[in-house]
């Protein structure tokens, strides 16, 4: 069996890491990097690893290129603290792993995201998938303020299975990470030359909402896919509003 290693990074997440650590208990090493959490996040992943670094915050994809760094294995799963495995997608990385001539260098894997506790399915959250299983040697993160991925050299496959992210607990919760990523996208995009155009803050937003609501089919999602196409319109006017703040002082 091929050596498997999970890396996390982590600050102040008590209420999600135990469920996300069960979930990977058996791969053969977890590193978590830690931003000087001040609740009981290291006390709870001392129960299932060793392998615990504290570190500044150095930005996401900076954050989670630490964590590689640490791994050892051949291959590599990365999981946010919101996000668990399934049993079933645990079957088919084993199966997978066990058939080195088959193996690609990275998988996709399907997300199963819900909001406030309710599996999202339409809207463009399912099946969404992100690249989290991959040789150590093979992928390296960017240098992305937010939405950060790892980038594969190599043959990339997909797996059937999905993990499963508990991502917004509530509307509130929402309104609190987008006013944080969208600072980023507007600092990240500053930093690269970018401008906000006036055409991106009138039309970006309704297609937004178009482009959820009806192309990716949220209104069978009732009450939240509705919800949802109106916060992420609101999120993607305040990413170019702020971008165009920055330009204008």
Request: proline share 2%; glycine share 8%.
């Amino acid at each position: 069996m091929i050596r498997l290693s999970a890396f996390i990074i982590t600050h102040n997440e008590e209420k999600n890491i135990r469920a996300c650590l069960e979930s990977i208990k058996w791969v053969s090493e977890i590193v978590v990097v830690d931003d000087n959490s001040n609740d009981d996040t290291i006390n709870i992943c001392n129960e299932y690893t060793d392998r615990i670094f504290k570190e500044e915050w150095k930005g996401y994809s900076r954050q989670k290129q630490s964590a590689l760094d640490k791994t050892t294995g051949e291959w590599v799963l990365n999981l946010d603290a919101d996000e668990r495995l399934t049993p079933e997608l645990r079957l088919e990385i084993e199966d997978i792993l066990a058939y080195k001539e088959r193996l690609k260098d990275g998988y996709l894997i399907p997300f199963k995201s819900y909001f406030g506790g309710k599996w999202i399915k339409h809207g463009g959250w399912y099946p969404d998938y992100h690249l989290r299983l991959f040789r150590r040697e093979k992928g390296r993160f960017g240098n992305e303020e937010v939405h950060e991925g790892v980038k594969i050299e190599g043959s990339i496959g997909y797996l059937k299975n999905p993990i499963n992210h508990y991502t917004y607990n509530s509307i509130s919760d929402f309104i609190k990470r987008m006013d944080l990523y969208t600072s980023l996208f507007a600092e990240d995009r500053y930093k690269k030359g970018k401008k906000a155009k006036w055409e991106q803050l009138i039309f970006r937003p309704p297609f937004t909402f178009f482009k959820m609501f009806f192309l990716q089919r949220g209104m069978l999602d009732g009450y939240y896919g509705f919800l949802l196409a109106i916060l992420y319109s609101y999120y993607t006017f305040l990413k170019y509003a702020k971008l165009g703040e920055m330009g204008r002082t």
